[in-house]
């Protein structure tokens, strides 16, 4: 279910001030933002895995991945690659500055589902982001769900952002996290190889566990047939989509995924929804 629309036009940004901004990696940063308007800050609602749409006056508008803890009245995170022109130039704002925001927009996480059973988080490249929100949300509300295994891949060890991050969710109850590089430095203190082989380390319950997954499509497809190999039914995999989103709303349909839109029908599907068309190369 979405989070209720706030905005009488969907079309038209709110004023957010940036609170809080931390360098998590020289190319990835986190900013912490309020709504300008208190009201707006007060009603504002999201689910895991929504995003928003985050413009730059002046300069563009991209969607972001929502990063914090839906229940965080006071603000809300967005985590930011450093990608291209848009990016770049967002890079360059401080607290006290001011963006844009549409939004939330898209269909979250399963987790009204994911309750009581354990739970899978692969992730892969910078694909962290849009499943920061559901650790969060379970590590905020422990008791509610079984087993957290946390596994992200990344190409070069120096890649790796949320170190903090990791290390403190490592300390949670029942919460597993594995790291692995493709290429690891001399100082990288985990696995070297990549997110499937983390897979193989794992005892999974193919009865009573989901696997929440974003990442490069390759990663993801490698990952899924595992997991169905091992006998984890198909519907109890979800998957956060990538395409380019540009208004949010299905109008523009420049990330139309067969017959749906990434941005209103996803970017959270279920494997089934989505298995026919990952495996057509460069679709």
């Known amino acids: 279910m979405k989070a209720n629309r706030l905005q009488s036009d969907a ?18 940063f986190t900013w912490r933002l309020r709504f300008t308007e208190p009201d707006m800050q007060q009603r504002y609602r999201f689910e895991p895995g929504q995003f928003n749409m ?3 006056f002046g300069v563009g508008e991209i969607p972001i991945s929502i990063v914090s803890d839906p229940d965080d009245a006071d603000c809300y995170a ?20 001011q963006v844009g925001i549409r939004g939330p927009f898209g269909q979250g996480w399963p987790m009204a589902q994911a309750q009581g ?26 008791d509610r769900f079984g087993a957290l295994s946390i596994l992200q891949g990344v190409k070069r ?12 969710w490592a300390a949670a109850p029942d919460t597993h996290v594995l790291l692995a590089a493709d290429q690891a430095g001399p100082q ?39 997991l169905i190999d091992l006998g984890l039914p198909a519907n109890r995999l979800f998957l956060s989509m990538e395409r380019n989103m540009q208004c949010g709303v299905g109008h523009c349909g420049h990330c ?15 494997y089934p ?4 068309l990952m495996a057509i190369s460069g679709y």
């Open 11 to 28: 079309y038209l940004p709110w004023v957010a001030d940036i609170i809080d901004r931390v360098q998590e990696s020289p190319t990835v």
């Open 54 to 56: 985050v413009y730059l």
């Open 78 to 97: 967005h985590t930011i690659a450093v990608v291209g022109r848009i990016t770049q130039a967002m890079a360059r704002l401080r607290p006290g500055d």
């Open 117 to 142: 059973q354990d739970v899978v988080v692969i992730t892969g490249g910078l694909g962290c982001a849009p499943v920061t929100s559901v650790i969060q949300y379970i590590l905020q509300r422990r």
């Open 157 to 168: 060890s120096s890649e790796l952002v949320y170190r903090a991050r990791y290390s403190a």
């Open 188 to 226: 990288w203190p985990w696995y070297t190889g990549t997110v499937v082989d983390l897979l193989k380390q794992i005892e999974i319950n193919t009865e009573h566990t989901l696997v929440m997954a974003c990442g490069p499509e390759a990663m993801l497809q490698a990952a899924m047939d595992h």
């Open 256 to 270: 139309q995924l067969g017959g749906q839109f990434v941005c209103k029908d996803g970017p959270v599907f279920a």
């Open 273 to 276: 929804q989505v298995q026919e």
